[in-house]
Nanobody, 123 residues
Framework: QVQLMESGGGSVQAGGSLRLSCEGS????????MAWFRQAPGKEREWVGH????????YYASSVKGRFTISQDNAKNTLYLQMNSLNPEDTAMYYC????????????????WGQGTQVTVSS
């Protein structure tokens, strides 16, 4: 069983930065990859990006590429999302997720989810 807990959300002005963390427990190390998703009110859950744990290779949505960076600290079982140049369109609940095998943008491919952390960006 994998358990995930996000932290680091908050309120920030446009142009600012935040770093989110996702601490994993249980069989996190056996997950093929870890991801960040976000969901704004009234919208579907949106893939932000993911990282393959074995190689640290990352993939990003075009809306965040160049502004957001996903990284991991395997010794701490922690996933990070560094968010720079934030804008109001980035306002959402941010979730981390883990997948046992297949990794990609569809939310239904991901087996384990955290409870989320809120990010609010004001103009």
């Amino acid at each position: 069983q994998v358990q995930l807990m996000e932290s680091g959300g908050g309120s920030v002005q446009a142009g600012g930065s935040l770093r989110l963390s996702c601490e994993g427990s249980g069989a996190t190390a056996s997950s093929t990859c870890m991801a960040w998703f976000r969901q704004a009110p009234g919208k579907e859950r949106e893939w932000v990006g993911h990282i393959y744990q074995a190689t640290a290779r990352t993939y990003y949505a075009s809306s965040v590429k160049g502004r957001f960076t996903i990284s991991q600290d395997n010794a701490k079982n922690t996933l990070y999302l560094q968010m720079n140049s934030l804008n109001p369109e980035d306002t959402a609940m941010y979730y981390c997720a883990a997948a046992a095998s297949v990794c990609g943008s569809p939310a239904r491919w991901w087996q384990y989810w955290g409870q989320g952390t809120q990010v609010t960006v004001s103009s």
